[in-house]
């Protein structure tokens, strides 16, 4: 549920973590990240949740290390999501940003990539002509690729499947996890937080929104071995 315009436990802490490549059928491949591993890594949220969970681990970090690196210097609330943050290595602060993200999609989507809701406040979406959708594991809409063009949705080619086809570019899970990510980095280079009370894309993070999940999220990201004393 997005407010632009308008508006599980934990998985237990895993041994190294490899990150790897995978081939996926109607979806485009992510690729492995520069140092190929994040050594004792946390495991993102979604990794039991989902049986493509690694790879989308996988893909964020080859997002953040290789298009959004200026992620790993934080920003003005990151110690409520980590009080220890800065004194993390880099490939802990990459963990943190994806068990963050994993924390954000886990309120949003439930890890379903084919997730769609209707934004009724919203009106018409200029790209495609109809309804406001919020889709994917971001919910992410199709008009975000005018403030957003590094958003690689193809309403072209999407119009002509069902509305919940895997196939659409905006439900391919590593199109929305890339659009998304920036669109968080861009968040944080432009107004240097995670949670504002206004002019943030996701509802649950929202500072006193109606759909904020602040608590939820910072309480998942504070279990990370490092960040707290």
């Not at 049986?51 to 200026?70: A, F, L, R």
């Not at 594991?137 to 509305?163: A, G, N, V």
């Not at 929305?176 to 996701?202: D, E, F, H, M, P």
Request: some cysteine; glycine content about 6%.
């Amino acid at each position: 549920m997005k407010i632009r315009n308008a508006f599980s436990a934990l998985c237990a802490l895993s041994l190294i973590y490899t990150v790897g490549c995978a081939n996926n059928s109607g979806s485009t491949s992510p690729a492995s990240s520069d140092n190929g591993k994040l050594d004792q890594a946390y495991p993102l949220l979604w990794e039991d949740a989902h049986n493509e969970g690694k790879d989308w681990t996988s893909h964020v970090y080859d997002i953040i290390n290789k298009e959004t690196p200026d992620l790993v210097q934080g920003a003005e609330d990151i110690t409520a999501f980590c009080p220890r943050y800065f004194q993390l290595t880099t490939d802990e602060r990459i963990n943190f940003w994806g068990v963050l993200i994993s924390g954000i999609v886990k309120y949003e989507s439930n890890f379903d990539p084919t997730n769609r809701m209707h934004e009724t406040t919203m009106g018409t979406d200029p790209v495609t002509g109809r309804p406001v959708y919020s889709e994917g594991l971001m919910q992410l809409s199709y008009q975000d690729i005018r403030p957003y063009p590094f958003c690689e949705f193809d309403w072209d080619t999407d119009r002509k499947l069902k509305p919940n086809d895997p196939n659409k570019t905006i439900l391919d899970p590593y199109k929305n996890l890339s659009c998304g990510v920036k669109i968080l980095a861009q968040q944080i280079k432009n107004r240097n937080r995670i949670t504002l009370t206004k002019g943030v894309y996701w509802s649950v993070i929202k500072v006193n929104g109606k759909y904020s999940k602040i608590p939820q999220i910072a309480a998942l990201t504070r279990q990370m071995p490092g960040c707290m004393n």
